[in-house]
């Protein structure tokens, strides 16, 4: 059965850290480009940053990079996003998706809350 499990959202003040995770399992992760997209309050969904399936290639909301950081482990079918310098404007729902380049196969995780507040 296919997953995608994310974890380590929660509750940070401004300038706070936090890194979330995401396990895989029921496909072959290594040949799936990985994905961090959120959703805030009354907004769309959003492209936070990508890694492709090799881990060879990331790419970022543009305002992000440099505060956020994608990387995977194929070894362990994970894949994390290490977020600094949160600010208020982080606050949304943090989703994780795989996505195969090859079979158009999309998947969705069910998303980890993150709260940027004093």
């Known amino acids: 059965q296919l997953q995608l499990v994310e974890s380590g959202g929660g509750l940070v003040q401004p300038g706070g850290s936090l890194r979330l995770s995401c396990a895989a399992s029921g496909f072959t992760f290594s040949m799936y480009a990985m994905s961090w997209y959120r959703q805030a309050p009354g907004k769309e969904r959003e492209l936070v940053a990508t890694?492709?399936?090799?881990?060879?290639?990331?790419h970022y909301k543009g305002s992000l990079k440099g505060r956020f950081t994608i990387s995977r482990d194929n070894a362990k079918n994970t894949v994390h996003l290490q977020m600094n310098s949160l600010k208020p404007d982080d606050t949304a729902l943090y989703y994780c998706?795989?996505?195969?380049?090859?079979?158009?196969?999309?998947?969705w995780g069910q998303g980890t809350q993150v709260t940027v507040s004093s």
């Open positions: 998706n795989a996505y195969s380049p090859v079979t158009e196969y999309d998947y």
């Open positions: 890694i492709n399936s090799a881990a060879g290639s990331t």
